[in-house]
C-alpha cells in the first residue's frame, strides 16, 4: 500500500529537514512504498533549494515549485494532482503537525474515507486559536458538519476522495468543503501539537478571510432558505466591501515552473 505525504511549503528552508527526516523514521515500516510530495509556494527564502537537495539523497521526495504564491489550499491541491498513493495525509511545514501520529491517523482509513485531527492542546497563541474556533463554526453552519470535526490542516483521506476532488473544475479551491461533500465516513483522532520548530505563522485574519470567501462561492444554492439568502448576502458582501482584502482568486490556474 502505497502512502501520499502532500506538504504545502512557504519559508521553511530551517525546518525541512528535521521535518523530512521524522516522517522518514516514523513511516519506516511502509520503507519505500511512501512518497514525500514538497510545494513550494513562491518562498521568498532559499526552500526550493533545500527542497532540491533533500530530493538528492531521498529517493521517495517529489518537488514542485509554483510560479507564484498561491496559498495553502491551492498548493495542496496542485500536489495531489502529482500524488499516487492509495493514501493521502495532508500536513504543514512547521512541524506543529507532528508526523508521530501519522500511522495512527492511516489506521482510521481501514474503517473511514477521512480522518481529521483535534489537537488535546493548542500551541499557537490566542488570536490564531481564537480563528481557528471561530471558523470551525461557520464552516460548520454553512458546510452542515458536526462541530466536533475540526477542519484541521492536518488530516487523511483515500484515494477515492482525492480522485473527485482533483477532477473539479470549480472557479475556487476549498478542500474541506469537497471532503465533506464526497465523504460519507469521517472521524477524528486526538493527537498533541507541536510549538511551530522555527520562525512564526504566515496565516492571519485576511487569509481566514479568503478561506472564507472561497468556501462562501462553492456552496450550493439549490435550497431556497434561509442559508440561502444569507450566503447571497455574504456574497454581496466580500464583492463588494471585502474584495480588496481577501486573495480573490476566480478561475486562476495554477502554475509550476518546475518538477522534480
Not at 529537514?17 to 513562491?42: A, H, Q, R, T, W
Not at 538528492?56 to 515549485?65: C, D, E, L, S
Not at 466536533?148 to 476532488?165: A, G, L, M, Q
Request: glycine content about 2%; hydrophobic content about 40%; proline content about 1%.
Amino acid at each position: 500500500m502505497k502512502i501520499s505525504i502532500v506538504i504545502p511549503v512557504y519559508n521553511s528552508s530551517k525546518i525541512l529537514e528535521v521535518l523530512v527526516e521524522k516522517i522518514k523514521i516514523n513511516l519506516s515500516s511502509y520503507k519505500s512504498s511512501f512518497e514525500l510530495i514538497l510545494i513550494n509556494d513562491f518562498s521568498s527564502d532559499n526552500s526550493w533549494e533545500v527542497i532540491k537537495n533533500l530530493k538528492n539523497t531521498n529517493i521517495f521526495i517529489k518537488g514542485i515549485n509554483l510560479k507564484k504564491n498561491y496559498g495553502q489550499h491551492s498548493a495542496i491541491f496542485c500536489g495531489l494532482k502529482y500524488c499516487k498513493g492509495e493514501f493521502i495525509v495532508c500536513m504543514d511545514d512547521d512541524m506543529q503537525h507532528d508526523p508521530l501520529h501519522l500511522n495512527n491517523m492511516l489506521r482510521e482509513l481501514k474503517d473511514n474515507e477521512v480522518c481529521y485531527v483535534k489537537y488535546l492542546k493548542r500551541e499557537h497563541n490566542f488570536f490564531k486559536v481564537f480563528l481557528s474556533k471561530l471558523n470551525n463554526i461557520i464552516s460548520s453552519f454553512l458546510m452542515n458538519k458536526s462541530y466536533k470535526i475540526y477542519t484541521s490542516s492536518f488530516k487523511c483521506f483515500k484515494k477515492e476522495i482525492k480522485d473527485k476532488i482533483v477532477s473539479n473544475k470549480e472557479n475556487f479551491i476549498f478542500l474541506d468543503y469537497w471532503i465533506f461533500q464526497y465523504a460519507k465516513r469521517i472521524t477524528s483522532i486526538e493527537v498533541s501539537h507541536n510549538k511551530r520548530y522555527y520562525g512564526h505563522t504566515n496565516y492571519g485574519f485576511r487569509e481566514l478571510l479568503t478561506l472564507w470567501s472561497k468556501m462562501i462561492f462553492l456552496i450550493n444554492l439549490k435550497k431556497n432558505n434561509y442559508k440561502f439568502y444569507l450566503i447571497l448576502i455574504l456574497r454581496t458582501f466580500f464583492l463588494i466591501f471585502l474584495k480588496k482584502y481577501i486573495r480573490y482568486e476566480k478561475g486562476e490556474q495554477i502554475e509550476v515552473l518546475e518538477i522534480i
